[in-house]
């Protein structure tokens, strides 16, 4: 079998980060993320999920607005909004944007404007972020907002998270002051550009960041009804008085150890930007390897030796940074004919004993132990089973954040 390289997280994709000084009254508290999504690369829709915009881009034919709805997980007093250009090939003009609290379906109360630098307009390089200047807005935690982007230039292919699992709405034409929602007759399960909300409160003290693939990124669960595994850690940490941030960083069909052109670039090489560079993050949960070793990989299926050594690589990253690391074990896959061989089935059982057993993690979450079916351990329980045999429903999801401990993160 040929040799994975194992990308240094040195040669990670930096991001030029770009935004106004923020005013004297916000930079009393640290920012915290409390909310965010990892990007990557605009990907063709797939048959069995909603159309994505990501190639088209926005305003090919004219204006259009773009209205995304996200539910923060942790309270605010003042918040900024994070947009990226990172897979972009042009800059990415946006004319002007909103955030307000949402309504049912595309509806907003009282949308506030964004500025950036003091402007209106913003224009983002290809390869960068740009983060709005500070906006004074009480919510509570778990309170959906909607933003809202307007372009009037053709955008180019959007930098974008294609498994959302939560509508996003379009309109043609300037609809940025619709508060009711009618024009937004367009709908996708996919986030463009908006990849972070970061607050500050008097409450907010940290952030959890989970990292990984499609079972961090919530697949199967149902769409809309925020019932990923990090929605439902985040409502534990508030019912246990820990006003923590929490922050979904998987992807779909993402790799650790090698780019994918549909599924963005490697875990390793992303690590730093989607977890070790937000703002407030103190832990990470790691999940990640299922797609490295899955049978769909060959001829570049990876060795547990592989995968092991990745895992080490992000663990020392993230301890440089003085963040906590916990470590979840890889879930059953026997149930998915196209990830399961028997040889992939054993690399997973080595990654899983490694985890348990080195003490290289502060500490380890036994996801694998809970979900997996005890007449046959190699296979999802039923009940668990969102029914393709690897990724959880909302029942699935929401037992693994049962095993949490919050008093680890």
């Known amino acids: 079998m040929r040799k994975l390289a194992i990308p240094a997280l040195t040669a990670a994709l930096a991001l030029t980060l770009t935004a106004a000084p923020a005013p004297a009254h ?19 829709s797939t048959p069995w999920y909603r159309p994505n915009w990501s190639q088209e881009g ?10 995304q709805i996200i539910r923060l997980t942790t309270g605010a007093t003042a918040m900024r909004v994070r947009l990226s250009n990172a897979y972009g090939t042009a ?16 509806a907003t109360h009282r949308p506030r ?16 972020e740009r983060l709005s200047d500070p906006i004074p807005l009480s919510v509570r935690p778990l309170d959906k907002l909607a933003v809202t982007l307007r ?8 930098t974008f998270h294609h498994f959302a699992q939560a509508a996003s709405y379009r309109a043609r034409g300037d609809h940025l002051a619709d508060t009711t929602g009618s024009a937004f007759t367009d709908t996708s399960n996919s986030w463009y550009y908006l990849t972070g909300v970061e607050v500050t409160s008097p409450r907010a003290t940290g952030t959890v960041a989970a990292f990984g693939d499609s079972l961090t990124d919530g697949v199967g669960s149902t769409v809309g009804a925020d019932n990923r595994y990090t929605d439902q850690l985040a409502e534990r940490l508030i019912a246990s008085g820990n006003p923590w941030g929490v922050v979904n960083a998987g992807i779909g069909g993402n790799r650790m150890l090698t780019d994918s052109p549909e599924y963005g670039t490697a875990g390793l090489t992303r690590f730093r930007r989607d977890v070790l560079e937000r703002p407030g993050v103190r832990t990470v949960i790691i999940m990640d390897g299922i797609n490295d070793l899955a049978e769909w990989n060959k001829p570049r299926q990876a060795t547990a030796r592989q995968i092991i050594d990745g895992h080490k690589e992000l663990i020392r990253a993230a301890h440089a940074r003085g963040i906590k690391v ?11 004919a196209l ?7 054993a690399v997973r059982d080595q990654v899983n004993h490694w985890i348990r057993t080195s003490g290289a993690y502060d500490h380890v979450v036994d996801f694998d132990a809970i979900v997996r079916r005890p007449a046959d351990p190699d296979s999802l329980r039923p009940e668990y089973d969102s029914g393709d045999g690897i990724h959880l429903n909302d029942d699935g999801y929401d037992v693994i954040a049962q095993a949490i401990d919050p008093h680890t993160l």
Do not use: C, H
């Not at 930079?27 to 990892?38: D, E, Q, S």
């Not at 990830?339 to 089935?345: I, K, L, N, Q, T």
């Open 91 to 106: 800059p990415l003009t946006i004319d002007a944007a909103t955030i307000a609290q949402a309504g049912q379906g595309a």
């Open 58 to 67: 926005f305003a090919r034919q004219g204006p259009e607005t773009l209205r």
């Open 326 to 336: 916990i470590g979840a074990t890889l879930m059953p896959i026997k149930g998915a």
């Open 339 to 345: 990830a399961y061989s028997p040889a992939a089935d």
């Open 113 to 128: 404007a964004m500025t950036f630098a003091g402007q209106q307009r913003a224009v983002i390089p290809p390869g960068q």
């Open 26 to 44: 916000a930079t009393r508290r640290p920012w915290v993320t409390a909310w965010g999504n990892a990007a990557q690369p605009a990907t063709p």
């Open 151 to 158: 372009f009037t230039n053709p955008t180019g292919p959007a």
